[in-house]
Antibody, heavy 121, light 108 residues
Framework: EVQLMESGGDLAQPGGSLRLSCVAS????????MNWVRQAPGKGLEWVSY????????YYADSVKGRFTISRDNAKNSLYLQMNSLRAGDTAVYYC??????????????WGQGTLVTVSS | EIVLTQSPGTLSLSPGERATLSCRAS???????LAWYQQKPGQAPRLLIY???SRATGIPDRFSGSGSGTDFTLTISRLEPEDFAVYYC?????????FGPGTKVDIK
């Protein structure tokens, strides 16, 4: 069974830092591109960041560029999101999400249960 | 950035009725990279449709997707009680990989 398990969400002060982790199981992690997607309370989905299978290519939403860093450790089947200079607007549930590719298309197909990040003084 | 607009914002229907949800993109999206998700309160999103019209594994055939270019549609042929939820369209063709604001399908 494919599973993604996030952790690391917590209450942080504005300007503070957090590191989110996501451990994957049930599939060959190093074959899949990965993303972080977030959802503020009562709001819609917002894509945050992407990383290629090797980690050599990374993309970020403008809202987090320069503050967040995505990384992965394929030996540990793990995805990370280092979040610095946190703002109140970063308050959200953060989902780890796997990319599925086929001849018919490419998209996010599998999501973790999410981890809540709250930024408040 | 490709902006996705979904309409209507809320759709109030009864079980057994047909639901038609629209997703319009600010610029052309390859059909290969257009997906639809269902999300229920307190749960992660679930992939319904990818490649604009391919059903994901385990998705009932009452869900269908269509469209191309800038206009895409998700149709639920006959609403079941478990289908009342929020639906998001999503493009994975070019970064930033954007989502629509969602359409809430609620019980009339």
């Amino acid at each position: 069974e494919v599973q993604l398990m996030e952790s690391g969400g917590d209450l942080a002060q504005p300007g503070g830092s957090l590191r989110l982790s996501c451990v994957a199981s049930g599939f060959t992690f190093n074959n899949y591109e990965m993303n972080w997607v977030r959802q503020a309370p009562g709001k819609g989905l917002e894509w945050v960041s992407y990383i290629s299978t090797s980690g050599s290519t990374r993309y970020y939403a403008d809202s987090v560029k320069g503050r967040f860093t995505i990384s992965r450790d394929n030996a540990k089947n793990s995805l990370y999101l280092q979040m610095n200079s946190l703002r109140a607007g970063d308050t959200a549930v953060y989902y780890c999400a796997r990319v599925y590719s086929s001849s018919s298309g490419k998209t996010i197909d599998c999501w973790g249960q999410g981890t809540l990040v709250t930024v408040s003084s | 950035e490709i902006v996705l607009t979904q309409s209507p914002g809320t759709l109030s229907l009864s079980p057994g009725e047909r639901a038609t949800l629209s997703c319009r993109a600010s610029q052309s999206v390859s059909s290969s990279y257009l997906a639809w998700y269902q999300q229920k309160p307190g749960q992660a999103p679930r992939l319904l449709i990818y490649g604009a019209s391919s059903r994901a594994t385990g998705i009932p055939d009452r869900f269908s997707g269509s469209g191309s270019g800038t206009d895409f549609t998700l149709t639920i042929s006959r609403l079941e009680p478990e289908d009342f939820a929020v639906y998001y369209c999503h493009q994975y063709g070019s970064s930033p990989f954007t989502f629509g604001p969602g359409t809430k399908v609620d019980i009339k």
